[in-house]
């Protein structure tokens, strides 16, 4: 069965950095589209950013661009979202998700990790 399991989540100030990271097992993991979505209170979850299964092309929410890097480890089944100059507004559950096609809308993708809640605040 497939699995993702997202780590990496805490608290920062605001103009600091995180590193997310995502881990896939159970599936053939370099097949797949990865990406990073997320979900604030009381808001529907959004895109933020995906790679495509070789690394070579990245996407990324017009919110975050410039600000967020996202990239993948197909020999550890890893993917990362590096997180500079964070904001208030960045303050979210943080999800990665495995599909077959880039889409940004939940839709389409076959396997979600659990979540891991990023804070920013001063």
């Known amino acids: 069965q497939g699995q993702l399991v997202e780590s990496g989540g805490g608290l920062v100030q605001p103009g600091g950095s995180l590193r997310l990271s995502c881990a896939a097992s159970?599936?053939?993991?370099?097949?797949?589209?990865i990406s990073w979505f997320r979900q604030a209170p009381g808001k529907e979850r959004e895109f933020v950013a995906a790679?495509?299964?070789?690394?070579?092309?990245?996407y990324y929410a017009d919110s975050v661009k410039g600000r967020f890097t996202i990239s993948r480890d197909n020999a550890k089944a890893i993917v990362d979202l590096q997180m500079d100059s964070v904001k208030p507004e960045d303050t979210a559950v943080y999800y990665c998700?495995?599909?077959?096609?880039?889409?940004?809308?939940?839709?389409?993708?076959?396997?979600w990790g659990q979540g891991t809640q990023v804070t920013v605040s001063s």
């Open positions: 998700s495995a599909g077959q096609a880039l889409t940004t809308t939940t839709r389409g993708y076959d396997y």
């Open positions: 159970g599936f053939m993991f370099k097949n797949y589209v």
């Open positions: 790679v495509r299964r070789t690394g070579d092309a990245t």
